[in-house]
Nanobody
């Protein structure tokens, strides 16, 4: 299982970023996918998740209305569109999937929201 995130960077408050996570080594279309984030000194928290077919999504309350998770099963990729970014969104963002009760993680992509 390999998960490779990309798309992070430095953005001003109110700006947008689109994160991507390219998956390989497993049958991507059979598994739910999630995005998590971890800020310095804080625990890793769930940002959003999407079911295997892409028809059902779930968001943390603080991300609802600003973030959108989506997936393209033909490309084995999951996305996180982040709008109206705030300084408190600054964190390392990780792609995740769980299979057979094991969690798999990517290396993360840094998102910094600052003026």
């Amino acid at each position: 299982v390999q998960l490779v995130e990309s798309g992070g960077g430095l953005v001003q408050p109110g700006g947008s970023l689109r994160l991507s996570c390219a998956a390989s080594g497993f049958t991507f279309s059979s598994y739910a996918m999630s995005w998590y984030r971890q800020a310095p000194g804080k625990e890793r928290e769930l940002v959003a998740s999407i079911n295997s077919a892409g028809g059902r999504t779930n968001y943390a309350d603080s991300m609802k209305g600003r973030f959108t998770i989506s997936r393209d099963n033909a490309k084995n990729t999951v996305y996180l569109q982040m709008n109206s970014l705030k300084p408190e969104d600054t964190a390392m963002y990780f792609c995740n999937t769980r299979m057979y009760r094991l969690d798999y993680w990517g290396q993360g992509t840094q998102v910094t929201v600052s003026s």
